[in-house]
Nanobody, 117 residues
Framework: QVQLVESGGGLVQAGGSLRLSCATS?????????????VDWYRQAPGKQRDLVAT???????NYADSVKGRFTISRDNAKVTVYLQMSSLKPEDTAVYYC??????WGQGTQVTVSP
């Protein structure tokens, strides 16, 4: 598996913005896998299933859940071996733990995002 670490979560008021980051460890194996594969952001609200939010391929192609289109932007910096999720116009329903995922069923520990009304 690839070790993934998310950061950037926090408490924000509705309408605000946050940027999440997903980085991998320094091993050559992890960096190679991370650079060469799709990376996804998922989120899981209390009592709900984990849902796909956004995807970015190794070549930079992106896809978004309908609920976040136009508000969230996923990007990657392969030099820094990091994937970002820029979240704008946040809503209370965006409150969840956000997880990063990539190949070999690799998951991060999650970062909490809480949006207050």
């Amino acid at each position: 598996q690839v070790q993934l670490v998310e950061s950037g979560g926090g408490l924000v008021q509705a309408g605000g913005s946050l940027r999440l980051s997903c980085a991998t460890s320094g091993s050559i194996f992890s960096r190679t896998i991370f650079r060469g594969n799709t990376v996804d952001w998922y989120r899981q609200a209390p009592g709900k299933q984990r849902d796909l939010v956004a995807t970015i391929s190794s070549s930079g192609g992106t896809n978004y859940a309908d609920s976040v289109k136009g508000r969230f932007t996923i990007s990657r910096d392969n030099a820094k071996v990091t994937v970002y999720l820029q979240m704008s116009s946040l809503k209370p329903e965006d409150t969840a733990v956000y997880y990063c995922h990539t190949a070999l069923n690799s998951w991060g520990q999650g970062t909490q995002v809480t949006v207050s009304p």
